[in-house]
């Protein structure tokens, strides 16, 4: 694929936020795991909705409220094509990935997990792939296993295979890790937990807007993802689940809109996917997450991604050869995250550095506090990558380092 | 850069490279640890404390450059005070940092009012006093960790 048609200059002039300067500088944003910024379809989505459709959704008979429930289930619409799933009903709508994870482990992990079973998961996890299951382990009586990972931050997948045992009862795994940029080879590993019946969840949070997503040819049980790092808005995010898996599940939390009859004596549950949404959902957030996937599916995915490799391999050469600089994570399969430590400089003054000189990248353990721990270190530097950053952008990450190095050479 | 040359000072950076007082010591009265939870900064600090003097206080611990040199620094300028005199100065470089109109820093101890730059930059305001909290934890004989948050 030829990258060089892809005209960045014009895909810029979409995100008005990157037109600005910061302490006097052009804006570098290279904190796109963290959060991507938003492109005018997705805002004028979120200012059509209230200017234009605000109503309450499934209840009302008046235009508004069709309308409003029209874009809503729409997005719903597009999701599911966005990730080829097979139904609609497949769809629920959360605030984010760690809310699907939180649904699942207090619906399917508490009904399915017992005392002395297994959760497994891996060493490249974020919290929000940890915590939850640590919750229900404790709860359970049951035990949390991790697959390791090597010094380039690749997952031993032989080790995870022989993790996989008689007790595991779900595997959860992430598709591209949001410390490192690893991307796992999560068919093979969705492939080895299926041999022993175990369904797998997919923490996509990092992987949705990098890595092209067909949750039928992978058979996963279930994917997450947030909206915020897909270029939609912050609250919103959705949870895919096979059908049959979410029919057998309890509700996750109760109110309004997931219910089809109460009385005092007993409630009957909504049919799929509304037995998942209790409460007035973030039906704005929704509408501007289905911008944003018209948007990314407008551009193309997969040319997206290939811009996208492009520039990491270029960022990858360059970080490189800088004196003092180290990479970590150097896995063969990566996205978007050039993660990496500065000899003599701690990650923080790093980041306060470039911070001055306009450019916006994370530091610390970014919410993966064991990948840190499995490299020695307290912390990292992290600059991620998005369809609209331009390779001028990381030679001035570059040129930074070398303001970091003045200072602390 | 003038913000960063206020905020680097080559004195910051020289307790960086080198800190003082960077040890264990061998009889400490009193302990306590600190954590900064969104950076990952550890600092413990001890303290030898006789009658109604530090006699002896040091640290160990990892994190930035501002952390550290405040660490750095606030043992330097506190060994052989009185706890009396090291409880003012722990309000007297909070003040610094974060009162709205602070009064004057060079009432502070030492080479302590360097730190006064760090007040521009409100999100590492929370490195230069992880080492202050933690103090003042010791001081007060709370064996519980310190967090900045």
């Not at chain 1, 694929?1 to 990157?18: G, S």
């Not at chain 1, 591209?176 to 369904?199: F, K, W, Y």
């Not at chain 1, 840190?372 to 369809?387: E, H, I, P």
Request: glycine content about 10%; hydrophobic content about 40%.
């Amino acid at each position: 694929m030829n990258t060089d048609r892809w005209d960045v200059e014009r895909i810029r002039k979409d995100f008005p936020i990157l037109n600005q300067e910061v302490h006097g500088r052009p804006l570098v944003y290279l904190d796109n795991a963290a959060t991507t910024q938003k492109p005018h379809a997705v805002i004028e989505a979120l200012e059509r909705y209230y200017a234009t459709d605000n109503a309450n959704v499934h209840r009302g008979v008046h235009l508004l409220s069709e309308r409003a429930t029209q874009a809503y289930e729409g997005t719903r619409s597009r999701i599911r094509r966005f990730l080829n799933a097979a139904e609609d009903r497949e769809i629920v709508f959360v605030r984010g990935t760690t809310e699907a994870i939180n649904l699942v482990a207090q619906t399917y992990g508490r009904r399915m997990v017992g005392p002395g079973d297994e959760i497994l998961i891996t060493a490249l996890e974020h919290h929000s792939n940890i915590v939850p299951w640590q919750m229900l382990c404790e709860e359970k009586g049951a035990a949390l296993r991790v697959a390791p990972i090597d010094d380039a931050g690749e997952v031993d997948v032989e080790a995870y295979e022989r993790l996989l045992g008689p007790r595991t009862r779900l595997v959860a795994i992430a598709h591209c890790s949001n410390a490192l940029g690893t991307v796992l080879p999560i068919d093979r590993m969705i492939e080895a937990a299926h041999r022993q019946g175990v369904p797998v969840l997919v923490d996509g949070a990092q992987a949705m807007a990098h890595v092209p997503v067909d949750v039928q040819a992978l058979g996963c049980d279930f994917y997450a993802f947030s909206g915020h790092k897909v270029y939609g808005p912050t609250g919103i995010g959705a949870l895919y689940g096979k059908a049959a898996l979410l029919e057998s599940m309890p509700p996750f939390q109760g109110g309004g809109d997931m219910i089809k009859a109460v009385t005092f004596e007993k409630t009957v549950y909504n049919d799929l996917p509304y037995k998942f949404e209790a409460g007035t959902p973030n039906i704005a957030g929704a509408i501007g997450l289905g911008a944003a996937l018209e948007y990314l599916d407008g551009l193309g995915r997969d040319r997206a991604a290939a811009y996208e490799h492009d520039l990491l391999a270029y960022g990858t050469e360059r970080l490189s050869a800088i004196p003092g600089v180290r990479l970590i994570g150097t896995a063969r399969e990566k996205a978007s995250v050039l993660s990496f430590v500065v000899e003599g400089a701690h990650a923080h003054d790093v980041g306060t550095i470039l911070d001055r000189e306009g450019i916006a990248v994370r530091t610390g353990h970014h919410c993966a506090m064991p990948v840190m721990t499995r490299f020695g270190l307290a912390a990292t530097t992290r600059a991620s990558v998005a369809l609209y950053n331009t390779r001028e952008e990381l030679d001035a990450l570059c040129a930074g380092l070398g303001k970091v190095r003045e200072i602390f050479g | 850069m003038a913000g960063l040359r206020e905020l680097y000072q080559e004195v910051i950076l020289d307790h960086n490279r080198k800190p003082r007082n960077f040890r264990r010591l061998g009889a400490p009265t009193a302990a306590a640890e600190g954590y900064n939870p969104l950076c990952g900064d550890r600092i413990s600090v001890e303290l030898e404390v006789e009658g109604d003097t530090l006699r002896d206080i040091a640290f160990q611990g990892s994190g930035c450059a501002i952390s550290k040199a405040s660490a750095s620094m606030m043992t330097a300028a506190l060994k052989g005070k009185t706890v009396g005199e090291a409880a003012a100065a722990i309000e007297q470089f909070r003040a610094m940092l974060t009162d709205e109109r602070p009064a004057d820093a060079s009432a502070l101890p030492g080479r302590l009012a360097v730190l006064e730059g760090v007040r521009e930059f409100p999100i590492r305001i929370k490195c230069a006093t992880l080492p202050w909290h933690t103090l003042r934890a010791a001081l007060q004989g709370r064996g519980e960790p310190v967090t900045t948050e």
